[in-house]
């Protein structure tokens, strides 16, 4: 399709303001390195908070190894509705489980926060007695709490709720430490559950890519939002002050790393070094929380579309695009759903349906799911939609790429012989075509072919489960 000059030159300087040459994405591991560095050695305060990430430990210390046996429980809080979960890991990196989900209603969500408690034990209790246990009844199960909320951790089985967030807004909870909270409504019940692990979802998917797959360094999430958890050296995590005694025993006792949930979502809340377009900012100005989760918003599901739209929305007001027409749904904030980005971009796939057509199977997109009506739509058009939505997509992988590469470095893989392992879990990695491939090509260009042949990308599903319940074994294993 021979493209207009009008659109070539738009698309020119869409791409420019998008483009993240090397240089710059070394700019941008180093000042994630810095920011690792911070919040491995402060606690954050009022004033700091958002010029480093949290850094948070999440007393993980037993990094599965596929051998790991028995039968464990894991709660899922903080999706559309509650998970039940009965995990039996078979010791051979396999695992079979039971589960069913439980609705969470509008007046538990905001009301008192014993009743939800006792309305999860309920559906413990529930669970179990419906669908019987494997476990031996003689022994306590012991129970995995992936609890999805901002929670200050001090122990494996210890958190106390910073505040809530998606739509959650109980009273007398914050402050309050959530595995207690759990562990009072099981014991009213008399239900023979111990909650031995509170989960962070990332941690999770660390913790079950490494029983699937051997070693892992770390595990992240490229969904509704992004975040990451780590392996680091315990030495490093100063801020928890270790004397060097204690240092020294850890190591003897095999103790001397951690699992870290980096919270990345949050890198660079201050702006420093990323660029941020005017697309960005009307994006992040319209927010539910402006100024915060800045590497999120150019990063993940909730926002890679409304970023689009945005970028969409500016060819046609300059009337490049469209005869310069919109829609209701181009107009509506969060109108255009990152899943039409993995639509319009399916033909970049090689097997795909759409490969044999693609400026039919855009034009579909852009009627059907964006409400252009077809006579305003070129195919000149069509080819301009789906380069934004290549060019918006291809930011954010090469983004993802720097916490990635960060995190290599971080731990010193970037310089070892090892295979350096990552389990992802989440829509973009899914179901994003070429995700994985955009993300190694920022690594090869940060890094070097040499490094990058080392590391390996894997679909890690289900943290929430199998994760929270292999945190629950490595609980088990350190009594
Ligand atoms: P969560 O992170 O909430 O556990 P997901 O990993 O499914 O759940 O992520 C949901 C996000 O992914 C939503 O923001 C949605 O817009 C986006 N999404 C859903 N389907 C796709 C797709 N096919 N391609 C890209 N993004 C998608």
């Given at each position: 399709v021979e493209l207009p000059e009008k659109t070539r030159a738009a698309l020119d300087s869409i791409e420019q303001q998008f483009d993240l040459p090397t240089k710059k994405l070394e700019e941008i591991v180093e000042q994630m390195l810095w920011e690792f560095g911070k919040g491995l050695s402060e606690q954050p305060t009022k004033e700091t908070k958002d010029t480093f990430m949290p850094m948070?430990?999440?007393?993980?210390q037993h990094i599965p190894s596929g051998k790991e046996t028995g039968t464990f429980l894991a709660l899922d809080l903080g999706g559309t509705n509650l998970r039940v979960c009965e995990v039996t890991l078979l010791g051979d990196s396999k695992w079979t489980m039971r589960q069913q989900k439980y609705k969470v209603s509008q007046a538990l969500k905001m009301g008192e926060v014993a009743a939800l408690f006792d309305y999860i034990a309920n559906s413990v209790d529930q669970f179990l007695t419906e669908i019987g246990t494997t476990g031996d009844p003689n022994?306590?199960?012991?129970l995995g709490f992936?609890?999805?909320?901002p929670v200050a951790q001090t122990a494996l089985a210890k958190g106390t709720l910073i505040n809530w967030t998606k739509g959650f807004e109980c009273k007398n909870a914050v402050g309050k430490d959530v595995a207690q909270l759990l562990q009072d409504a099981l014991d009213r019940?008399?239900?023979?559950v111990k909650c031995s692990a509170l989960v962070n979802d990332t941690a999770g998917t660390l913790m079950a890519a490494a029983y699937e797959r051997g070693d892992c360094l770390c595990g992240g999430i490229f969904g509704t939002g992004t975040n990451g958890a780590y392996v680091e050296d315990v030495a490093k995590i100063t801020k928890e002050s270790k004397t060097k005694e204690e240092l020294e025993q850890a190591k003897k006792d095999g103790l001397d790393k951690m699992v870290v949930n980096t919270e990345w979502g949050a890198f660079d809340n201050e702006r420093v070094v990323m660029p941020f377009t005017i697309f960005d900012s009307r994006v992040d100005r319209i927010s539910i929380n402006p100024?915060?989760?800045?590497f999120e918003k150019m990063i993940s599901g909730m926002y890679l579309g409304e970023v689009t739209r945005n970028v969409v929305l500016h060819l046609v007001d300059a009337q490049v695009i469209f005869k310069g027409f919109s829609s209701k749904s181009l107009n509506a904030h969060y109108g255009l759903d990152t899943a039409i980005m993995s639509a319009l971009e399916a033909f970049s796939l090689p097997n795909s349906d759409s490969a044999a057509d693609p400026i039919a199977s855009i034009r579909k997109c852009i009627t059907k799911d964006l409400g252009i009506a077809d006579e305003l739509v070129s195919d000149a058009d069509c080819?301009?939609?789906?380069r934004v939505s290549e060019i918006v997509g291809t930011r954010g992988c090469r983004l993802s790429a720097c916490a990635l590469a960060a995190t290599i470095k971080q731990t010193g893989n970037d310089k070892s012989d090892k295979e350096v392992k990552f389990g992802l879990d989440g829509s973009l990695v899914e179901f994003y075509p070429r995700?994985?491939?955009?993300?190694?090509?920022?690594?090869r260009e940060l890094l070097g072919e040499d490094v990058v042949k080392r590391v390996v990308i894997d679909l890690a599903k289900d943290g929430s489960g199998v994760g929270a319940a292999l945190c629950a074994q490595a609980a088990m294993a350190m009594e």
């Open positions: 948070i430990p999440t007393y993980l022994e306590k199960l012991y992936t609890f999805s909320f019940k008399h239900i023979h100024r915060k989760q800045a080819v301009a939609v789906a995700f994985d491939q955009r993300v190694k090509d920022a690594l």
